[in-house]
């Protein structure tokens, strides 16, 4: 009965909901409508739960002093203090706590964030050295595509040889958008066919373990 | 001196010219004429809920002049009525000649709509009013016809696939190595005493490719409760953390091991994007996991986790359907499942005849796609004029 109800309501919604995408009427856009904010209201309480578990793992580390625990405590005081100047800023007087709040977001988590994105240039460096070496011909293949794509974007290329600009348009134009196009006819297919799956109860491993 | 009498001479030349009478303004030219808009003509917008009518025109000769700045659409209940009970209802700028009036206030009752042509110098005239039309409600969209016949014929294909696998007819699915490398990938971490580090991508649960992700994980889950290794499942979005959980823990219960399912192995780290990449570099470089899992929906953070993991020398499968993140994961992963092989992996893994015939199914829609594509290019070339009738068959309203 525990796997039956789930599946029950997956196949009756999923029917529904693919009529739905048929049916232009009031009745049917509001109810689409609804199940969105009921998604909505699901992931507020799945968040209730996902910060249980983040308070429990650290407390974990810490107690059982595992490598680096003293980290944690950074977390549990960020997850604290940031909820709190948060919740109690919406309060009429206490403006001063969400200027803070905005301050510690702008002046600390935001930089951070743009510091780890910074990171991928390096990354992206590292990759294409390894990507870019010669040593089977579709890896050559790569070498040449990737040479004439870089100098196609930058003004030097074009003073190099006026062509080198129009080569890597169509470098990216049609081979590139071919094999774009063809393994998004695919990941199309491959999503109906999961959803159909779902559907008609066929996968199930979405329940866990995909029993019987 | 001379030049003290020059600037006296100034000076008194100016206070002359102050005392005298300032000459009247002269009255702004009224703006030339514009020609109305030609016949108005209004319609129900079709395939829609209701409360909308489509109006266009024919647009001002003076439109091909450049004189015009826009058009405003008026609405009212009488094609007599005075200026004052006309509602504006719109604006267009100048070279488009329709409109969609989405604020009609009752559905079946009669409207008739003007437009109003407006000149770059000011001047406006009004048209004639429209025809008088009604909206209503459908309750089918006839411009989704294509894809509704495309869809039932999709799952007939897949239905009948089922079927014959159900009647025990051997389906050939090809070698997927990346999935093919799974076992060997659990083993491995057993064999270093090391975890696995599978990570269900980054978007929400609406995302089948993380609804794809986390049947892998069952997967997974499964082989390495057989294996009794530790398994790190960490998560951004909360309701595939929950989700994620319940897979694992079921899996490690099918198995006969319900007792070896580490609650603390699937946990939620955060919902910002490159605090999670941070946070799972910190964990592929701590706990220094044997082999890495990267399945779903990824962004930006794909090759920083991948080239994390490649640094601490996992064994690295991925798998996405983020066509712009695919080069970072062939190149920094030691497989990569491409597009709809993150789709084929549960089948794959779990060799269930039902499963493989979808798989089947998917492949012979695929052989019909670029057969239907072979033959609208042919046609088109033999024929130019069948180029739009053939784009018009494939488009969804």
Redesign the interface.
């Given at each position: 009965m525990r796997r039956q109800i789930p599946l029950m309501l997956v196949l009756v919604l999923g029917i529904f909901f693919f009529i739905q995408f048929f049916v232009p009427s009031r009745l049917s856009t509001n109810i689409y409508q609804v199940s969105l904010q009921w998604l909505i209201l699901i992931s507020a309480f799945a968040i209730v739960l996902a910060i249980g578990s983040l308070v429990n793992h650290h407390l974990l580390k810490i107690k059982r002093r595992r490598e680096h625990w003293p980290y944690s405590y950074a977390t549990l005081a960020g997850l604290v203090v940031m909820s709190l100047l948060g919740i109690l800023g919406r309060f009429p007087g206490l403006g001063l706590l969400d200027e803070i709040y905005y301050r510690l977001y702008l002046f600390v988590q935001a930089p951070m964030d743009a510091a780890m994105f910074a990171i991928l240039a390096f990354y992206m460096a590292s990759a294409s050295y390894r990507a870019f070496r010669a040593r089977s011909k579709e890896a050559l293949l790569l070498l040449v595509s990737g040479f004439f794509i870089m100098l196609g974007v930058i003004p030097l290329g074009a003073l190099i040889w006026d062509r080198i600009p129009d080569i890597a348009e169509w470098i990216m134009m049609v081979p590139n958008m071919a094999a774009k196009r063809g393994i998004l006819f695919g990941v199309g297919l491959g999503i109906t066919a999961t959803s159909l799956k779902i559907i008609l109860g066929i996968e199930r491993s979405w329940l866990g373990g995909g029993g019987k | 001196m001379r030049s003290i009498t020059v600037i006296g001479l100034i000076l008194l030349g100016s206070a002359a010219a102050l005392t005298q009478p300032m000459p009247a303004a002269p009255a702004d030219p009224a703006p030339p004429p514009v020609q109305p808009p030609g016949l108005v003509t209004a319609m129900d917008t079709p395939?829609?809920?209701?409360n909308s009518i489509s109006v266009d025109w024919r647009p001002s000769p003076d439109e091909a002049q450049g004189l015009v700045e826009g058009y405003v659409v008026y609405r009212s209940e009488s094609a007599e009525a005075p200026e004052s009970l006309w509602t504006r209802v719109g604006y267009v700028p100048y070279g488009l000649n329709q409109s969609r009036d989405q604020s009609v206030p009752e559905n079946g009752m009669d409207f008739f709509y003007r437009v109003r042509v407006v000149s770059r110098l000011g001047a406006s005239a009004v048209s004639q009013a429209s025809n008088p039309a009604r909206s209503s409600?459908?309750?089918?969209?006839s411009m989704?016809t294509n894809?509704?016949i495309a869809?039932l014929l999709?799952?007939a294909i897949?239905v009948y696939f089922?079927t014959m696998a159900q009647k025990g007819q051997h389906l050939f699915v090809r070698r997927i190595a990346g999935l093919s490398a799974v076992e060997e990938a659990v083993g491995r971490a057993t064999e270093m005493g090391r975890p696995i580090l599978f990570v269900p991508g980054l978007s929400?649960i609406?995302d089948?490719?993380t609804?794809?992700a986390?049947?892998?994980?069952?997967?997974v889950?499964?082989k390495t409760a057989e294996y009794d290794t530790p398994l790190l499942v960490p998560?951004r979005d909360?309701?595939v953390?929950?989700?994620a959980q319940?897979?694992?823990?079921?899996?490690?219960?099918?198995?006969g091991r319900p007792d070896a399912y580490n609650h603390?192995s699937?946990?939620?780290?955060?919902d910002?994007?490159?605090?999670f990449?941070?946070g799972v570099d910190g964990i592929m470089t701590?706990e220094r996991p044997a082999t890495n899992f990267f399945m779903g929906m990824f962004w930006?953070e794909s090759?920083?986790l991948?080239?994390t993991g490649a640094a601490t020398g996992a064994i690295q499968i991925a798998g996405t359907?983020a066509?712009h993140q695919?080069?970072?994961f062939?190149?920094?992963c030691d497989y990569t499942l491409?597009?709809?092989e993150?789709?084929?992996a549960?089948a794959y893994l779990?060799r269930?005849p039902?499963?493989l015939g979808?798989?089947k199914?998917?492949d012979w829609?695929?052989a019909l796609?670029v057969l239907l594509l072979v033959a609208g290019l042919a046609l088109s070339l033999i024929n130019p004029g069948v180029r739009g009738f053939i784009l018009n068959i494939l488009t969804v309203g």
């Open positions: - | 395939n829609d809920a209701g409600e459908q309750w089918y969209n989704r894809a509704l869809s999709f799952v897949v089922i929400s609406s089948v490719a609804i794809a986390l049947n892998i994980l069952g997967q889950a499964k998560n909360p309701v953390y929950t989700v319940e897979v694992v823990k079921e899996a490690y219960s099918e198995i603390d699937v946990f939620y780290l955060t910002s994007q490159m605090g990449a941070s701590r930006a090759l920083i991948a080239e359907d066509i695919l080069p970072f062939i190149t920094a491409i597009g709809e993150l789709y084929a549960s779990a269930d039902k499963l979808t798989l199914g998917q829609s695929k796609i």
